[in-house]
């Protein structure tokens, strides 16, 4: 039975609005990031917003984490599984390597050359959009997955939403991604604490011309807002 989603009207709203902006040919793609405890909500609202989505994405390419022994490519490779990959851009041992096969070549690739083919393996899936890429728990992300990720996030054209979701994290490399995500123009960012109702503070877009955020509406993405005095 569907379960049905109460409150967060803004952060539907917000999502619904970059939707519209990557339905209606932005130049790039539109960054969302909900990171919280675990059970506040992050799920349901993904999911909640996506079957509200006007007009249905085209695609939907949805992956995340293994829970035991996360791989190189991990987001990648749950995205292919599954998948015809015939006609993919990308040469057959490198797109064995990034999804996984069991008989996947034991060569190393350049990382750098790696990335470039992933990203390129991910834009002909999305194709010409409008596209959604989920990409749920990122704090357990491996980092070729975390490098990707932020790779697509700036990466110009790609006619996608790049909905992410994750926990706080103290990791170096995750926060440098959340940062880095957050720092994307045409983004908003939200955090869900674990006590109390749930709050979804604005994290303010970087301006492309350099314009500063609001007085008294800045606050670092991930955080939580500040406790309320009680009594």
């Known amino acids: 039975m569907p379960v049905t989603l109460v409150g967060r009207t803004r952060e539907r709203a917000e999502l619904a ?28 609202l993904v999911a909640t917003a996506l079957a509200a989505l006007d007009p249905a994405p085209v695609t939907v390419l949805h992956g995340q984490a293994r829970i035991h022994s996360p791989a190189p490519y991990d987001w990648l490779a749950a995205v292919l599984s599954g998948r015809d990959t015939r006609g993919l851009p990308a040469p ?64 110009p054209g790609l006619p996608a939403l790049l909905l ?40 303010w877009p970087r301006s492309t011309r350099g314009a500063r955020s609001p007085p008294g509406r800045r606050r670092r993405c991930g955080t939580a807002p500040p406790a309320t005095p009680t009594g």
């Not at 970059?18 to 349901?44: C, E, F, I, M, R």
């Not at 596209?131 to 704090?139: Q, S």
């Open 92 to 155: 057959a041992p490198a797109l064995a390597w990034l999804a996984q096969h069991d008989a996947a070549p034991v060569e190393r690739f350049a990382p750098g050359a790696l990335l470039r083919v992933a990203s390129r393996v991910v834009r002909a899936l999305a194709g010409s959009g409008p596209a959604v890429l989920l990409v749920e728990d990122l704090h357990a992300l491996d980092p070729a997955s975390l490098n990707l990720v932020g790779d697509l996030a700036a990466a």
């Open 164 to 203: 992410v979701t994750s926990r706080p994290s103290a990791d170096p490399l995750v926060a440098r991604t959340l940062a880095r995500l957050t720092g994307t123009p045409g983004r908003f960012a939200s955090t869900s604490g674990r006590s109390g109702p749930p709050t979804s503070p604005r994290c």
């Open 17 to 44: 609005a970059a939707w519209a902006a990557t339905a209606g040919g932005a130049t790039g793609p539109q960054v969302a990031v909900l990171t919280g405890d675990p059970g506040t909500g992050k799920s349901a």
